[in-house]
Each structure stands twice: as C-alpha cells, then as structure tokens.
Nanobody, 119 residues
Framework: QVQLEESGGGLVQPGGSLRLSCAAS????????MGWYRQAPGQQRELVAT???????NYADSVRGRFTIARDNAKNTVYLQMNSLKPEDTAVYYC?????????????WGQGTQVTVSS
C-alpha cells in the first residue's frame, strides 16, 4: 500500500552534516505523521523526530537544536537535516509514516539507512 524510499545516509566526521530524505508513495493520504527513528547495535529503537501534516514537530532531547525535520506534503516526502553530528548519532535511521485516515489506518517503515559518524 505504501512504499518508503530513503536516501542520504553515509559516513561523516564529527561536526559534519547529513540530510536524509524519505519519499512515500502509494495510498498515503494527507493526514499522517512522518518521522525518523534510529537504532544502534544492541540498543532499542528510539524516536529521533516526527512532524505532522500540520507542521507540528517533536524531537528527541538528544538531537534537539542540531536536527531539523521538514516535509513536503505535495511530494509526500520527509527530510531530516542533521548538523553538528556526534559519534553517538551513529545508527540505522528508519523512516516512518503513520497514516491517520480513519477508514484506512496504517503504519509503514522504510528499509533503514546507515549513518556513521566517525573520524
């Protein structure tokens, strides 16, 4: 029903920047929450940031002030601008779309993209 295509991950030095993109296709509909989660080896998956269709954002305390989430509703695309990256940010980042349509709710995940912060 919904496919998520992620891009933008890679290797970056501490203090550097990366921009992740996630394009959703299929029966997404407008009412949804898009976001990013991450999981490091041996760690539990954690929320990074989310953004509603109305533009309301939520950030993990660990990334607040460094990361910025944005979305393009016309393109059903969510972005994560990551600045001042730290080694602790190293993880697999997963795009998420939660469809809030009452008649057809859904929760979808991307395949994950590796972000490695290392000197």
């Amino acid at each position: 029903q919904v496919q998520l295509e992620e891009s933008g991950g890679g290797l970056v030095q501490p203090g550097g920047s990366l921009r992740l993109s996630c394009a959703a296709s299929g029966s997404v509909f407008g009412a949804n929450v898009m976001g990013w989660y991450r999981q490091a080896p041996g760690q539990q998956r954690e929320l990074v940031a989310t953004i509603t269709s109305g533009g309301f954002t939520n950030y993990a305390d660990s990334v607040r002030g460094r990361f910025t989430i944005a979305r393009d509703n016309a393109k059903n695309t969510v972005y994560l601008q990551m600045n001042s990256l730290k080694p602790e940010d190293t993880a697999v980042y997963y795009c998420n779309v939660r469809r809030q349509r009452v008649a057809l709710p859904g929760d979808y995940w991307g395949q994950g993209t590796q972000v490695t912060v290392s000197s």
